[in-house]
């Protein structure tokens, strides 16, 4: 955990980076707004863009709420490190699923009739649930810094 020991980032560092974050997951989500009649599934395609677009705004907002913020540099970092795993996820997950067809099992209306092969299903899964987990985590702890 050294990334945890090290000096402590202030504020506008901390929302530098959560804009900057924020902004790029925003354009990632609005390009793959022009691709999505081209995935396999659209349906789901059109799932990542959504997901990239709002979890980009979700870490711009996050950042505009950080100096109101205050905790332990250990835990503003796992925080941060937390949703910002979650918010890239989301758009990974749904733009594999949407590639390969996948996610049928925790997405079924998106994912309609598609399934992708076991591997690909798990990697999807995988990323699917980490970031429930890392999200509402990292939602909790901002919370209790408020």
């Known amino acids: 955990m050294?990334?945890?020991q090290?000096?402590?980032l202030s504020v506008s560092d901390m929302q530098t980076l959560l804009f900057r974050l924020g902004l790029v997951l925003f354009l990632?989500?609005?390009l793959t707004g022009f691709v999505v009649s081209a995935l396999k599934n659209p349906r789901m395609g059109l799932s990542s863009h959504l997901e990239g677009v709002l979890n980009g705004m979700f870490l711009v907002l996050l950042g505009l709420l950080w100096p109101h913020v205050h905790l332990p540099n250990a835990w503003a970092v796992t925080a941060v490190v937390l949703l910002v795993y979650s918010a890239y996820a989301n758009w990974v997950a749904t733009l594999l699923a949407a590639v390969w067809g996948a996610g049928r099992r925790l997405a079924p209306i998106a994912?309609?009739?598609?399934?992708a092969s076991a591997a690909k299903e798990a990697v999807v899964r995988f990323l699917l649930l980490s970031l429930a987990g890392s999200i509402v985590i990292g939602v909790g702890i901002v919370i209790v810094g408020l």
Do not use: I, T
């Open 6 to 8: 090290a000096d402590a």
């Open 28 to 30: 990632l989500g609005l």
């Open 2 to 4: 050294a990334w945890a």
């Open 111 to 115: 994912a309609a009739d598609h399934e």
